[in-house]
């Protein structure tokens, strides 16, 4: 796309692919599931020709990125892919202290902890879609969704390994991208055992504007030589994270932040989360979090369902800095 350069760089013990294009200042695009640097295109397209060099990875068990078996979801946990990622920066950007970060839905929780682990590495977050999410000492994350959603929740559906991919493989993995690129309803992903996304395999996807054909078609390609497994272990490694992380217990974000989300988004609407967000508990974990935007009427995808928006709040942002 339009001069995006891709090279695969070793870090971390695996081989991992990125896109990248501009020269200046970096800004790290981290991405989420069921994505890839691709869901990034019209930011680094934006980022670059404002003076940046935009950089996205392809994160462990995605794409080109390579290296990790994906039949082992304890290589998937947090400090993992923070050791990913902070050896990324030391590659791209030697004589650069810090970077700049951007986070989408896994990506933005994987950055809360790069900066919760590492904040002198970043000079300044936005993260899209999934808020700070402080470490509950009572109670494990599976435990927490399961008791909010019962035994179908789509994080409770992935633990179980091969399960869900088994029900994937019927269903067939262009659909699949896109039921999950074009679901924008406040309501939780449920997956009863067998029944798929609950409709008619024969019901075409309606692709909404910012989603073309050839969209699913890149994703679909990457995801039918990879399968889904490497994004699943990320959601199969959450209770071990909630394990490796108590010395985080309490720990606050100290990093310079904005923080962006859609109004339908099914995590901004998880229950306590808008009062969280609203009410104070947002600011305290995250002292140095400069605004929160709830942008209406936008779903899960913000960062391409709304590019132009969401490239001019990135910007904006980190041109205070």
């Known amino acids: 796309m339009e001069g995006i350069e891709h ?17 200046g200042p970096i800004i790290l695009f981290v991405h989420g599931f069921p994505e890839l640097w691709y869901s990034w295109r019209h930011q680094i397209l934006h980022a670059a020709a404002s003076g940046y060099r935009a950089v996205a990875p392809d994160l462990r068990g995605y794409g080109g990125t390579t290296g990790v078996p994906s039949t082992d979801h304890s290589k998937f946990t947090v400090l993992h892919i923070v050791g990913d990622l902070v050896a990324l920066i030391d590659a791209i950007a030697p004589d650069s202290h810090q970077v700049f970060v951007v986070g989408h839905d896994w990506g933005a929780l994987i950055t809360w902890y790069l900066c919760l682990f590492r904040p002198d590495r970043v000079r300044a977050l936005v993260n899209l879609s999934v808020h700070f999410f402080p470490r509950n000492p009572s109670m494990k994350t599976v435990d927490m969704f399961r008791g909010l959603y019962g035994d179908d ?22 659909r699949v991208v896109e039921k999950f690129l074009t679901y924008r309803d406040p309501a939780q992903f449920r997956f009863p055992k067998g029944k798929g996304f609950g409709d008619s395999p024969d019901t ?9 054909k050839e969209d699913v078609d890149y994703y679909a390609s990457k995801f039918e030589q990879t399968g889904f497994t490497g994004g699943i272990n990320y959601y199969r490694a959450v209770d071990l ?4 992380t108590a010395p985080w217990t309490g720990s606050r974000v100290k990093v310079p932040t904005k923080f962006i989300v859609g109004d339908l988004d099914l995590v901004y609407n998880i229950p306590g989360v808008k009062e969280y967000i609203r009410d ?8 140095l979090l400069d605004e929160v935007v ?20 990135i910007l904006d942002f980190f041109k205070k800095f």
């Open 153 to 174: 929740h789509y994080l409770c559906r992935f633990q179980e390994p091969g399960d869900i991919e088994a029900e994937f493989a019927q269903i067939g993995v262009r």
């Open 294 to 313: 709830v942008m209406e009427g936008v779903g899960h995808f913000i960062n391409q369902e709304r590019p132009d928006e969401i490239s001019e709040h």
């Open 204 to 212: 075409p996807v309606v692709l909404p504007l910012w989603l073309s």
């Open 241 to 244: 994270n909630w394990e490796l």
């Open 7 to 23: 090279r695969t760089i070793t870090v971390n013990g695996i081989n991992m692919h990125i896109a990248e294009k501009g020269k």
């Open 280 to 287: 104070g508990g947002f600011k305290k974990d995250v002292p």
